[in-house]
Structure formats: structure tokens, C-alpha cells
């Protein structure tokens, strides 16, 4: 998904739900400019272990910037 899919598609923000178990999944949206907006605590039990559900977002704008950081570089 890059800058057009928001242009062509008229969105605003993305939304995303992932399990706290999955670290690398967090680590990968967080580095790709997703915020975390909220937080559904022991969602989900596992064995002897409780998870968290974890909403992300990225609006529009914080994704342009992110894209527009990126081709600085690669000047």
C-alpha cells in the first residue's frame, strides 16, 4: 500500500488490529508510522496466558510525511 492507495481511495486513516503476542508484527506498523490507539487488556487467553488486542492507526498526512522523509534520503 503507498501514498496513492490514500490519493485514489479518498481515505484518511488506515485502521489495524493486532494480538500483543505478535512483537514483530507491532515493531513492523510502529516503524511504518502506525500509533497505537487503544487497547482491549487480556483479550484473549492462550494456555495460561492473556493477551491484548492492540488498535493502530496511521492517518493520511503522518504517512505522506513518512513517504516524503524517505525520498529525502534517497536524494
Not at 489495524?16 to 487488556?41: D, P, Q, T
Given at each position: 500500500?503507498?501514498w496513492?492507495?490514500?490519493?485514489q481511495y479518498?481515505?484518511?486513516n488506515i485502521?489495524?488490529?493486532?494480538?500483543?503476542?505478535?512483537k514483530?508484527a507491532v515493531?513492523?506498523?510502529k516503524?511504518?508510522?502506525?500509533?497505537?490507539i487503544?487497547?482491549?487488556r487480556e483479550a484473549?487467553?492462550?494456555?495460561?496466558?492473556?493477551y491484548?488486542?492492540?488498535?493502530?492507526?496511521?492517518?493520511?498526512t503522518?504517512f505522506?510525511?513518512?513517504?516524503?522523509?524517505?525520498?529525502?534520503?534517497?536524494?
Amino acid at each position: 500500500m503507498g501514498w496513492l492507495h490514500f490519493q485514489q481511495y479518498l481515505i484518511n486513516n488506515i485502521f489495524l488490529r493486532v494480538y500483543s503476542f505478535n512483537k514483530r508484527a507491532v515493531s513492523c506498523y510502529k516503524k511504518s508510522g502506525f500509533k497505537e490507539i487503544g487497547r482491549r487488556r487480556e483479550a484473549y487467553i492462550i494456555g495460561n496466558k492473556k493477551y491484548d488486542d492492540i488498535y493502530m492507526d496511521i492517518l493520511a498526512t503522518e504517512f505522506k510525511g513518512k513517504i516524503d522523509k524517505l525520498m529525502e534520503k534517497e536524494d
